[in-house]
């Protein structure tokens, strides 16, 4: 089974898409901001992040760009409330795959990881 990890400092959103991984047959481990996300992709192999922006401690571009540099090359899903272009733009120049705002539907959250990881589970 594929691998998933959820980085956001809501339990909330947190818990909402794990839920969602794993009722759609994924493993599924979540951290709480950036920093929780670079030493849990340091010990762990992700098939694939789903990352906030607005986090404490290290926001989720600072955590992608930091991924990135460790030369990671797992598909990051950006799921965010932040709309504008701009943040658009950093989050991809940041070295996110996918760029997504909240609130997503379950299954077009699960087309959009299926994609990104081949379509495999």
Same mark, same amino acid.
């Given at each position: 089974m594929k691998?998933? $990890?959820?980085?956001?400092?809501?339990?909330?959103?947190?818990?909402?898409?794990?839920?969602? $991984?794993?009722?759609?047959?994924?493993?599924?481990?979540?951290?709480?901001?950036?920093?929780?996300? $670079? &030493?849990?992709? $340091?010990? &762990?192999?992700y098939d694939l992040i789903l990352c906030d922006i607005n986090m404490p401690k290290m926001d989720g571009l600072t955590f992608i760009?930091?991924?990135?540099?460790? &030369?990671? &090359?797992t598909p990051v899903i950006i799921l965010t409330t932040q709309e504008q272009e701009i943040q658009r733009n950093?989050?991809?120049?940041?070295?996110?795959?996918?760029?997504?705002v909240k609130p997503v539907k379950p299954a077009d959250l699960i087309l959009h990881i299926k994609l990104l990881m081949g379509g495999e589970q």
């Open positions: 691998k998933v $990890l959820v980085v956001d400092d809501s339990p909330v959103v947190r818990s909402f898409h794990i839920n969602i $991984l794993k009722t759609s047959g994924f493993i599924a481990d979540d951290a709480i901001d950036g920093m929780d996300a $670079l &030493e849990k992709s $340091l010990k &762990e192999d760009q930091r991924y990135r540099e460790m &030369e990671k &090359e950093k989050g991809y120049a940041a070295g996110a795959n996918l760029f997504i």
